[in-house]
């Protein structure tokens, strides 16, 4: 570590939101809220443990003596305790930003930023609230104080890693996993006859989304695939199980054998 360097946590100036936490805790401080690092840079310095800047909205300039970086929000910054850095701002646009420090190196692999530098994640604006939540979390857990504090704010730190993960746009949800999650709760929800606001529900989806899911997905209208796989179940009840009409009907949530009936028949002729 070059001579002249300080090692500390500079704390925002008086006014700005933060808290300042002691060693024997696995988090060393908390910031959040909007930040003019023109007015008030933060100094070339090396902290006591990993940063995790999350630049919500603006952009700063981060500075890490061989090279200088504009960033523009969202984006996760996770600064190694060994990378000597400072942030001043380019422009006078609102910066919004949350901030944990963290004794060591971060528990998730794939966020580790080389010894003695930082790793920038862009993040998806959707999953921002996700973040906000979990800071939140953070303060409130470090005003209860209980003797829990250690063991929550190690399972938060795991979160708030998984969350970035989550939120990068290099790692978005996969449609497959997503459709055979629907699929998976479909085939254990047949006896039901309004599928759509529990689906909505389950997936956090509005209609107007759901309904366009499934026209990607299928082609099809989600009533139409949902009614074909009932048939599905109840043909193979039937010819495979040798259950009676009546019994797979009402297994089936329909109100009367006759409904089920009629729609195997239909379900016959178009064929």
């Known amino acids: 570590m070059p001579a002249g360097i300080p090692k500390k946590t500079f704390l925002p100036p008086p006014g700005r939101p933060s808290w300042d936490g002691k060693s024997d805790l696995p988090l060393l401080y908390l910031g959040w809220g909007n930040r003019d690092f023109g007015r008030h840079p ?3 310095h090396y902290d006591l443990g990993t940063n995790y800047h999350l630049l919500l909205r603006g952009e700063l300039v ?5 090279a200088t970086r504009i960033v523009r929000g969202p984006t996760a910054l996770l600064i190694d305790s060994e990378c000597a850095f400072s942030i001043t701002q380019s422009s006078r646009a609102r910066v919004e930003i949350l901030v944990w420090i963290w004794q060591g190196r971060p528990l998730t692999a794939e966020l580790c930023p080389a010894p003695g530098s930082y790793s920038a994640v862009p993040l998806r604006k959707d999953r921002i609230a ?3 939540a979990l800071h939140t979390r ?3 857990e470090v005003a209860l104080a209980d003797g829990c504090l250690n063991r929550t704010l190690l399972a938060l730190r795991e979160l708030i890693e998984v969350e970035i993960l989550r939120s990068s746009r290099a790692t978005p949800q996969t449609t497959d996993t997503r459709w055979t999650l629907t699929r998976t709760w479909m085939t254990a ?4 006859n309004s599928p759509v606001p529990a689906l909505c529900d389950y997936l956090r989806m509005s209609p107007s989304t759901l309904h366009r899911f499934f026209a990607r997905q299928t082609g099809q209208s989600l009533g139409a695939y949902f009614r074909n796989l009932k048939m599905q179940e109840a043909l193979r009840l039937i010819r495979d199980e040798k259950w009676q009409v009546k019994e797979a009907a009402y297994h089936l949530g329909y109100q009367h054998p006759n409904d089920l009936s009629r729609a195997l028949a239909s ?5």
């Open 42 to 44: 933060l100094a070339f």
């Open 62 to 66: 981060l500075n890490t003596g061989s």
């Open 130 to 132: 996700s973040l906000v």
């Open 138 to 140: 953070c303060r409130d």
């Open 189 to 192: 929800n047949l006896s039901i």
């Open 267 to 271: 379900s016959v002729k178009s064929t």
